[in-house]
């Protein structure tokens, strides 16, 4: 058994953690905030469990000293935020909000001051609502909305923040906020309205890209994050490879997990041809100009990745699922834990794009056991991120150009459709009483931190191939 205490990440390698507004600011309606769709569809009924809402979530909004402080201790060393759109623009377009402006002002000084780099994300889903009701992503105009915005934030917040963010994974807030209807603002729009929708999206990328490269007062570095399907060959054989490398290129005709679908428009300035032949008469309309606009140079291509589907090739080398033993593995969300998932996904990116990937989110919920002694137990996070850590590190090893590594999340938080049943966090968060505390997983992540990774454990179980 090889024991790798010797691994080290690059020099430069960024450390550090996520959140994105509406899970953590709670302060929903306060200092002239505006409303997201998100406001609106936690108060459906039957949308979120346990009727949950991102109302006061981690009360972020006020207490983000303190966590601000936490983060300090754990030694992060760039901390993933999200802008709230109706936070500072209530109607989505028009009058700004000050106030609402003033706590990035605050939040972004303090992390600053903290020596914590603030990494911006324009858009993590909470869509103003005003927007929504004209029309929303569907509309034409959609697109300059967000370009609009984006002026906003960056006249505001571009002379101390460098690293942008544009999109926050167009699959989930398309699929699944347009599509599947799960999510906010739980539309189901049909294929075709779904990717004129993505298509918005990508030229509102493209515009907030152009616009955050001509108007930053910093010298900015853009990307952005999407997230796609992870495939992993299930055995070390060629086929077995290649039909996994095919699984995240192609293009899923009633599933819109693609990673190419949405990357080769913004890095080749192209639809995938596979794509528009299997889409068809729902091919989106496309505008005469429109690649150049969605084509803008970025500096880093992100990467969220969570979990990976095992394969093998398929008698026609197309990836075939391949059934894992019951009892393997799982996060709390059921998500596979499959650690070469982030390996996969990450070489695969590499190759195609060329660019410099940072991984923009990995995490899990798992349990945690708050016990007498005031600690908080978790120990599957620990496994996972060491895991994931070591895999990634694998192609880091091999080639793959890859700057940081962002946690999610920094602290547990509102998940979504699933509301507080998931816990993310490094940081627990009792929402009774609003007392962080670190977790043993922060306590560890700051060991890593410190000795940029050197100290994570490969026991080389999932060095090579997923077991059968
Ligand atoms: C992210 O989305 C979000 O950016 C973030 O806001 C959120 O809190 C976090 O993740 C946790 O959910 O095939 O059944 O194994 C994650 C997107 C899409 C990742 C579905 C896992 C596969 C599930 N996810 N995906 S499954």
């Given at each position: 058994?090889?024991?790798?205490y010797?691994?080290?990440f690059?020099e430069d390698f960024?450390?550090?953690a996520?959140?994105?507004a509406?899970?953590?600011?709670?302060?929903w309606?306060e200092d002239?905030?505006?409303?997201?769709?998100?406001?609106?569809?936690?108060?459906?009924?039957g949308?979120?469990?346990d009727?949950?809402s991102g109302?006061v979530a981690c009360?972020?909004y006020?207490?983000?000293?303190e966590?601000?402080e936490?983060?300090?201790?754990?030694?992060l060393?760039?901390?993933?935020?999200?802008?709230?759109?109706p936070?500072?623009?209530?109607?989505?377009?028009g009058?700004i909000?000050?106030?609402g402006?003033e706590?990035y002002?605050?939040l972004?000084d303090e992390?600053?001051?903290?020596g914590?780099?603030?990494?911006?994300?324009l858009?993590?889903w909470?869509y103003?609502?005003?927007?929504?009701?004209?029309?929303?992503?569907?509309?034409e105009d959609s697109?300059?909305?967000?370009a609009n915005?984006t002026?906003v934030v960056?006249?505001s917040?571009?002379?101390r923040?460098?690293?942008w963010i544009?999109?926050n994974?167009?699959q989930?807030?398309?699929g699944?906020?347009?599509?599947?209807?799960?999510h906010?603002?739980g539309?189901?729009?049909?294929?075709?309205?779904a990717?004129?929708i993505g298509?918005n999206?990508?030229?509102a990328h493209g515009?907030?890209?152009?616009i955050?490269?001509t108007q930053?007062?910093?010298?900015?570095?853009?990307?952005?994050?999407?997230?796609?399907?992870s495939?992993?060959?299930?055995?070390?054989?060629?086929q077995d490879r290649?039909?996994a490398?095919?699984g995240m290129?192609?293009?899923?005709?009633d599933?819109?997990?693609?990673?190419?679908?949405w990357?080769?428009?913004?890095?080749f300035?192209?639809y995938?041809e596979?794509?528009?032949?299997?889409?068809?008469d729902?091919?989106?309309?496309?505008?005469?100009d429109?690649?150049?606009?969605?084509?803008?140079p970025?500096?880093?291509y992100?990467?969220n990745?969570?979990?990976g589907?095992?394969?093998?090739a398929?008698d026609?080398g197309?990836?075939?699922?391949?059934?894992?033993?019951s009892?393997?593995?799982?996060?709390?969300f059921?998500?596979?834990?499959?650690?070469e998932?982030?390996?996969?996904?990450?070489?695969f990116?590499?190759?195609r794009?060329?660019?410099?990937?940072v991984?923009?989110?990995?995490g899990?919920s798992c349990?945690?056991?708050v016990?007498?002694?005031g600690?908080v137990?978790?120990s599957q996070?620990?496994?996972f991120m060491?895991?994931?850590?070591t895999q990634?590190?694998?192609?880091?090893?091999?080639?793959?150009?890859?700057?940081?590594y962002?946690?999610?999340?920094?602290?547990d938080?509102?998940?979504?459709?699933?509301?507080y049943?998931?816990r993310?966090g490094?940081?627990h968060?009792?929402?009774?009483?609003?007392?962080?505390?670190m977790?043993?997983s922060?306590y560890?992540?700051k060991e890593?931190?410190q000795?940029n990774?050197t100290c994570i454990?490969?026991?080389?179980?999932s060095?090579?191939?997923?077991p059968l």
């Amino acid at each position: 058994m090889s024991n790798n205490y010797s691994k080290s990440f690059p020099e430069d390698f960024t450390w550090g953690a996520a959140a994105a507004a509406y899970q953590i600011e709670g302060a929903w309606d306060e200092d002239g905030k505006g409303k997201s769709v998100w406001d609106a569809y936690c108060n459906e009924k039957g949308k979120i469990w346990d009727g949950d809402s991102g109302r006061v979530a981690c009360d972020h909004y006020h207490r983000y000293s303190e966590d601000i402080e936490i983060m300090q201790a754990i030694g992060l060393q760039a901390y993933r935020l999200s802008v709230s759109w109706p936070r500072i623009m209530p109607e989505g377009k028009g009058a700004i909000n000050t106030k609402g402006l003033e706590f990035y002002d605050r939040l972004i000084d303090e992390l600053l001051e903290a020596g914590i780099t603030p990494w911006v994300t324009l858009f993590h889903w909470d869509y103003p609502l005003t927007l929504d009701l004209q029309g929303g992503w569907l509309a034409e105009d959609s697109p300059k909305w967000f370009a609009n915005y984006t002026e906003v934030v960056v006249d505001s917040l571009s002379d101390r923040v460098a690293h942008w963010i544009t999109l926050n994974e167009p699959q989930c807030f398309v699929g699944l906020g347009h599509f599947v209807g799960c999510h906010a603002p739980g539309h189901r729009m049909g294929l075709a309205k779904a990717l004129q929708i993505g298509h918005n999206a990508l030229l509102a990328h493209g515009m907030a890209t152009s616009i955050i490269r001509t108007q930053s007062k910093l010298q900015a570095s853009v990307g952005w994050a999407p997230v796609g399907n992870s495939y992993v060959p299930a055995t070390s054989n060629e086929q077995d490879r290649a039909a996994a490398i095919r699984g995240m290129e192609k293009v899923f005709p009633d599933s819109l997990w693609n990673n190419t679908w949405w990357g080769d428009p913004v890095v080749f300035g192209r639809y995938p041809e596979e794509g528009i032949e299997i889409y068809g008469d729902a091919m989106p309309k496309i505008g005469p100009d429109d690649f150049d606009i969605i084509q803008q140079p970025i500096d880093f291509y992100g990467c969220n990745v969570y979990t990976g589907i095992p394969c093998k090739a398929g008698d026609d080398g197309e990836p075939s699922e391949v059934k894992l033993p019951s009892g393997s593995p799982r996060t709390l969300f059921q998500w596979r834990m499959l650690p070469e998932s982030i390996y996969w996904v990450s070489t695969f990116l590499h190759e195609r794009y060329q660019l410099p990937l940072v991984i923009t989110e990995n995490g899990l919920s798992c349990h945690d056991w708050v016990c007498l002694d005031g600690k908080v137990h978790d120990s599957q996070r620990i496994d996972f991120m060491n895991r994931y850590l070591t895999q990634l590190h694998r192609a880091i090893e091999e080639g793959a150009d890859i700057r940081g590594y962002f946690q999610w999340s920094i602290m547990d938080n509102f998940e979504w459709a699933e509301g507080y049943k998931h816990r993310f966090g490094l940081i627990h968060i009792d929402y009774e009483t609003q007392a962080r505390t670190m977790k043993d997983s922060a306590y560890w992540y700051k060991e890593i931190i410190q000795g940029n990774g050197t100290c994570i454990f490969n026991d080389s179980s999932s060095a090579e191939a997923v077991p059968l």
